[in-house]
């Protein structure tokens, strides 16, 4: 079975500062790994994706996100955090069907 | 454009009825997905479907029922055995390598017992 987990519930940066938002999976085949965001009161958009091949994947609105298979995680990062990244993070691994993490919201303080 | 919509987006049910969610879906996508969000829970698998008349239980799928019988269109209904409705609904879509591209979203439902 698949699985992910995401390390904090909740995490506040200022403005400007890095953003990093900590996954973790387990999989007994080479994983399939997503970021999906969401506002409130609204679906998930994709930010990015790993499949195959390049480790480290960019995403939209400045995003990124790196596959290390000896720590089994996916974290994602903004170098500078803008206040409309304000919104919930969800991290998924895709086999027979996606499997999401519970979701970390993300704070920008001015 | 192509996209998923979601129906209503905010409804009201009382204890004992049945409702049904509505979901659309114009991206000729094989398979099709419920999930259920409660806070602090992430997303919760209730039922899928690949294929036109098939589908599958989920993690939560009591309660709940399903109907595939286009392929553009996957309405769940919420059935009064259903216990603990009140949750935010979200329908996803995918084409065969859905687990290469990800799965595309609809805007979701609120569904609240009163």
């Known amino acids: 079975a698949q699985s992910v987990t995401q390390l904090g519930s909740h995490v506040s940066v200022s403005e400007g500062a890095l953003v990093l938002l900590r996954c973790n999976y387990s999989s007994s085949v080479p994983p399939y790994l997503f970021w999906y965001v969401q506002y409130p009161n609204q679906g998930l958009q994709l930010l990015l994706k790993?499949?195959?091949?390049?480790?480290l994947v960019k995403g939209i609105n400045g995003f990124e996100a790196e596959f290390k298979k000896s720590e089994t995680s996916f974290h994602l990062t903004k170098p500078s955090a803008h206040m409309s990244d304000a919104a919930e993070y969800f991290c998924?691994?895709?086999?027979?069907?996606?499997?999401f993490g519970a979701g970390t919201r993300l704070t920008v303080k001015p | 454009d192509g996209g998923i919509t979601q129906s209503p987006k905010y409804l009201f049910r009382k204890e004992g009825q049945n409702v049904t969610l509505s979901c659309e879906q114009n991206?000729?996508?094989?398979?099709m997905y419920w999930y259920r969000q409660d806070p602090g829970q992430g997303l919760r698998l209730i039922y899928y479907?690949?294929?036109?008349?098939?589908?599958q239980k989920g993690d939560i799928a009591e309660g709940y029922s399903v109907s595939r019988e286009k392929k553009e269109s996957f309405p769940l209904t919420v059935t009064s055995a259903q216990k603990n409705p009140t949750a935010f609904y979200l329908c996803a879509s995918a084409d065969r390598e859905g687990a290469n591209y990800g799965y595309t979203f609809g805007s979701g439902t609120r569904l609240t017992v009163v």
């Open positions: 991206l000729n996508h094989d398979a």
């Open positions: 790993y499949t195959t091949g390049a480790t």
């Open positions: 479907s690949q294929i036109v008349n098939d589908f």
């Open positions: 998924a691994v895709s086999g027979s069907d996606m499997r």
